[in-house]
């Protein structure tokens, strides 16, 4: 062991450890006397880190698109845009980000994953810079149209890329590093946003778009400079002495190879699907002479296939959890923090930045234990219970605003509802961020996995979009009607999943399988049924 490895065992050996702690301690150690990996990580990891810094700047945009609308200097510069208009300023770039996503693949496939990420990061760049320099609210909203274009092609290539180059024993822990940069992201933008508030000048708003260009056109570069083609997809057309001088660059070994190249990615992750918050992604283990065989079968059948009796319920179900994810509000608190902060009574945009960034470090501290504890948490219970929390946060929210209890500047009304803001976004961040994408990919029969988990997310952009564009006109006309109706999106959601839902944790694909036979919404229902019946005799 390194004398640094020998240092930190000493310091954080637990006297009398409990039985349970020792494992994940005994790992640690284990992991400090690898001292090629303590001390000089591998290149797939440095590989799948700077990689990784894509969901970083994508985090950046969502953290600064909110503060920015409310700053002054910018809504002097479009007008004092209505809420419509907002909304459609903040909206913007979900549709063609969803529709670029889908082609994400193609362009992946025919020119390489690392060079598909950074043509996706120079579009972005592109788009940022449109925004920064825009001299009329057309160009600006054009901006984050090409911005949404480049990051539906860049994100829909980072996870395929890091599963390609990653040995099965540490990919999952790797596909998470996107989903936490990410979260870190959202901190640096909503602090950049505090940091140019006081600026007397459209360089308040426009600075933050600026450094968002540079940071994009930087990745795009090391991506482009550095970052070292896909073995995997030079070994698929041909180029094997390449990619054996990748994989040895990469620092793979010999067996791993062998197992990552008889391991075929989920097609939707190929077509742009995102990584959940767990960075689960369905892998299928052939060899490549089968997939050809399968493939075309595969790709004309899909459709149809999701609609069989044995796929449909499951297909429902995965586009009802992945479109009532965005329902619960996560997105209107993301993008509209400041927004609801200045409502809650907080009167100065450096006071809302600030509670905004404190928000985004909540965000950000308590993912981390939630993708390294997703595998520990029943899916169905933490959905549940993760359900019923929200609509708890939401209700009491939008019962203080409905009591007229939140005053501006005064009352503690304003300060629960702070705090409530907050709890809400903890709560989401360790339950239905990481249980619903997960499960809606892991439900999914084999055959149409790809197909389904690609409709579902269709319903997560599509709801996205529409709690992105209606938030601001539901907190204008309504100083609770938006928490009401995000809470009894959430209580329908659990009381759903309290009937249709059967808990996957722990559970191979065959038992999911047994799990779904044969059940339909009626069956579910009428079990519902003999349960209360059963009780009410009691």
Known sequence: MSALASLVSAQIRPAGASNRL??????????????????RPPG?????????????????DTGIIGPVTVMDDFKHYVGEP???????????????????SFFAGRVADALGRSRGIAIGSSIFALGAALEAASVHIAMFILGRVVEGIGEGLYLGTLIAYICEISPPRHRGALTTAPQLLTTLGLVTGFFTCYGTADITSSFSWRLPFLLLAVYSLLFAVIVFIWLPPSPRWLSL???????????????????DREKIMNQIQDPATETGTPTDAAGSIAMVTM?????????????????????????????????????MQQLSGIDGVLYYAPLLFQQAGLDTNQSTFLASGVSAIVIFAVTIPATLYADQWGRRISTILGGLGMTATMFLMGGLYAGGAVY????AGRWVVIVCIYLFAVIYCISWAVSMKLYAAEIQPQRTRASATSIAHGSNWITNFLVALFTP??????????????????????????????????????DIDVA????????ALKRLGRVLKRRLRR
């Open 44 to 60: 797939y990891i440095v590989a799948a880190l700077v990689c990784s810094l894509g969901g970083f700047i994508f985090g950046i």
């Open 287 to 323: 060899t490549d002479k089968s997939t050809r065989r399968e493939l075309p079968k595969s790709k004309k059948d899909k459709l149809l296939d999701v609609f069989s009796p044995d796929a449909r319920m499951r297909l429902f179900l995965a586009v009802f959890l992945m479109g």
């Open 237 to 255: 057309r041909g180029r094997n002495d390449e990619a054996e001088r990748t994989w040895e660059k990469l620092g793979i070994a010999a067996a």
């Open 473 to 510: 006109s539901l907190l204008a006309n309504s100083s609770y009607g938006a928490y009401f109706l995000f809470g009894a999106c959430t209580l329908f959601t659990s009381l759903v999943c309290c009937v249709f839902m059967p808990e996957t944790r722990g559970k191979s694909l065959d």
């Open 22 to 39: 020792k494992p994940r301690y005994n790992q640690l150690l284990q992991a400090m006397k690898s001292s090629s990996l303590f001390q």
């Open 408 to 411: 501006a500047g005064e009352g």
């Open 82 to 100: 209505s809420p419509t208009v907002h909304g459609l300023i903040v909206s913007s770039i979900l549709i063609p980000a969803a529709v670029s």
């Open 516 to 523: 779904f036979h044969g059940k339909s919404p009626t069956d």
